[in-house]
């Protein structure tokens, strides 16, 4: 199973950005993903996840951030507003699942965000 992650990119504190995740290959189910975070000289932390209809959130970006799944389940989002200096880090996605035969814990390549004036 195959992440591609996309939406990183510079922008200035209080603006927003979109990341998106989709995963494909042999997906029978996808119980769980997420949004992961590594700043350097820190390690990684999860931002977000999101499992059925419940999702999870650092206490650092609630009320910013904002995990989603599209309607087919292999696509994850994370809305992210209100961006600070400090949520600068590369984000990266994360998906566990089965494929019908065997589990999977996949991770898609980091996205940069920077934000900064």
């Known amino acids: 199973v195959q992440l591609q992650a996309s939406g990183g990119g510079l922008v200035q504190p209080g603006g927003s950005l979109r990341l998106s995740c989709a995963a494909s290959?042999?997906?029978?189910?996808?119980?769980?993903m997420g949004w992961y975070r590594q700043a350097p000289g820190k390690q990684r932390e999860l931002v977000a996840g999101i499992s059925g209809g419940s999702t999870n959130y650092a206490d650092s970006v609630k009320g910013r951030f904002t995990i989603s799944r599209d309607n087919a389940g292999n696509t994850v989002y994370l809305q992210m507003n209100s961006l600070k200096p400090e949520d600068t880090a590369v984000y990266s996605c994360n998906a566990a699942g089965s494929t019908g035969w065997r589990g999977f814990n996949s991770w898609g390549q980091g996205t940069q965000v920077t934000v900064s004036s």
């Open positions: 290959g042999s997906i029978f189910s996808i119980n769980v």
